[in-house]
């Protein structure tokens, strides 16, 4: 997807540093060249023989080579590339470059580039949050520097929050946005996501745990891989990603109508939450104490979307995908669901109260297909999101 594209690598130095080797590796798989640079401080996390080893060329790390520097080495460097992708960006050389500064050879390229530049920001949560770090977030923003990132999550230091780099599946989703159409261009997606309220009177309702943040991941990483997206979604707690269609649900039965409305597409993500029951007869009025004790609820079955989306019989998507979210038994229960709903794909999670994973940033999910079960490591919502985007690209080709 990257055939004969050279891609000006410019490692800072940060823990994160370690995530690049994973980029190179990822980025010559897709057939693109990698020219490292390496700044002093990037050395202390990883070596330059393990970062020329993967990228098969030599580090540049000294702005005063004399050989070099005689040709103007550092001139055409910053120019032969056609993206310059900063990963880790610390706070130091998020600085440099919004300050122009220029004082290694990493910072001289980055003023001596006319290319693009994209930055996969790490650094500690307080000097995300700085007040110098967001005024120099929005000077390069302005000055058209691409951004993926940060993360919430663990950090090295042992604080959470924003500031962990973006996972190398996601910032290579965003380098084949930037460079090209991208491996889902042209593909029309429906993704649900967050939960949905089923009222019981005006100011009650039933409803999850569900924060929509693997729906969003799912969106965002879609969109960044070319994807046109609608994104249905109940009242979550994260908003929608930027650059879909979204269309705004409460129920159950509006989003069986607004999903069923975006189609046909070529595929299909069921990510969402859905309540299974809803109160059989909503009260118009809010329902009051009396003399005695607890209203009886009764329930009514909600529609099965996904089961009803994967027995289409016209305009059904050729790759229609669940989600399982279990408390026990996961691979069994999801493998029974993927074959009584007619889905292609189950993404299976355990969402007991000890895996923190409802609501949380991180998901363990297991694929299940035709083919069996395949479960994935433990990884950020967005890795999860990038990784099946990567996947549905392949099947989708």
């Known amino acids: 997807m990257l055939a004969g594209k050279r891609i000006l690598l410019v490692i ?3 823990i994160a540093a370690f995530k690049t ?6 980025l010559r798989d897709r057939g693109a060249a990698v020219t490292p640079v390496m700044t002093r401080a990037a050395e202390e996390f990883v070596t330059p023989l393990s970062v020329a080893a993967l990228a098969g060329e030599e580090v540049h790390r000294d702005l005063f080579d004399l050989t070099k520097e005689a040709e103007m080495g550092h001139i055409q460097l910053s120019r032969v590339a056609d ?53 120099n977030r929005e000077i390069l923003a302005k000055d058209g520097v691409l951004s993926v990132g940060p993360n919430d999550g663990s950090m090295a230091c042992g604080e959470f929050g924003p500031g962990r780099m973006a996972e190398p599946l996601e910032i290579l989703s965003a380098i084949d946005a930037a460079l090209g159409d991208g491996p889902l ?17 005006p100011v009650r309702y039933i409803a999850n745990r569900s924060s929509g943040a693997q729906g969003a991941a799912i969106g965002r990483a879609l969109v960044g891989m070319g994807a046109q997206v609608t994104f249905v979604t109940g009242p979550a707690a994260v908003p929608p990603p930027d650059g879909v269609e979204v269309i705004r649900v409460e129920t159950a039965r509006q989003m069986r109508d607004a999903t069923l409305s975006a189609l046909p597409a070529d595929a299909a993500i069921f990510a969402a939450a859905v309540a299974d029951w809803r109160v059989a007869s909503e009260s118009a009025t809010k329902i009051k104490k009396g003399p005695d004790g607890a209203p009886i609820l009764e329930f009514a079955e909600n529609p099965d979307i996904l089961r009803e989306v994967s027995h289409l019989e016209t305009g059904r998507p050729r790759l229609v995908i669940g989600f399982a979210a279990e408390t026990h038994d996961v691979i069994r229960h999801a493998t029974e669901k993927r074959s009584r709903k007619g889905c292609d794909w189950i993404l299976a999670n355990d969402v007991s109260p000890a895996t923190g994973i409802m609501g949380g940033s991180e998901n363990a999910v297991t694929l299940i297909t035709e083919s069996g079960a395949e479960t994935w490591d433990r990884m950020t919502k967005d890795a999860v999101a990038m990784a099946l985007g990567t996947r549905i690209a392949e099947a989708l080709a």
Do not use: C, F, Y
């Not at 706070?91 to 530049?117: E, F, I, P, W, Y």
């Not at 261009?185 to 009177?201: L, M, W, Y």
């Open 185 to 201: 261009a042209g593909k029309r997606i429906v993704v649900t996501s967050g939960p949905t309220h089923e009222p019981i009177d």
């Open 12 to 14: 800072g130095g940060g």
């Open 83 to 135: 993206l310059v992708v900063v990963a880790p960006a610390t706070a130091d050389l998020m600085a440099k470059m919004a300050q122009g500064h220029a004082d290694d050879l990493a910072s001289t390229l980055l003023m001596a580039t006319d290319t693009r530049v994209m930055i996969a920001p790490a650094m500690n949560v307080r000097m995300w949050e700085h007040a110098a770090t967001r005024r």
């Open 21 to 26: 080797l994973e980029l190179i590796r990822r």
